[in-house]
């Protein structure tokens, strides 16, 4: 018996919170005077018209539509724990991977260390030698608050 990695769930699902992290990261830089909907985003974007699998997309889909709608509250959770830093000031790499986390550690069926975990390599993969521990700050914050 061989077990492969190809389509089990925590495969799928770093592959699909990639996707919505990409997406997410690309909607920074969207011309406030030109608004496109975040629903066109995820289906215009290169990575999610390459992605094969379903699974992946369905969930990268539900993680980008749950951050856009639950923005507010997760930037509110973001400035609460980020020692009076503005969430303008935070990096967009940084800032999209704690939004993202956020949603899933608050809205999803994802366990709290697993969404922190993932976040963490999110960084590792995507931002500098900083963002690891700066993200785990935040949402270590965040899941203790969570806890009480």
Known sequence: MTATKKGNKPGIRRVGRTL????????????????VSIETQFDVNPLVIEQESEAALD???ELVLGVTAHLAELDKTIEAHSQHWKIE????????ILRLSLYEMQHTDIPVKAAINEAIELSKTFGDNKS???????LDGAAKRMDK
Do not use: H, M, W, Y
């Not at 690891?132 to 935040?138: M, P």
């Open 20 to 35: 919505a992290f990409q997406v997410l990261f690309g909607a920074c830089f969207d011309d406030p005077k030109r608004p």
């Open 59 to 61: 969930f990268a889909r």
């Open 89 to 96: 000031r935070i990096a967009v790499v940084e800032r999209t």
């Open 132 to 138: 690891r521990s700066f993200v785990n700050g935040i």
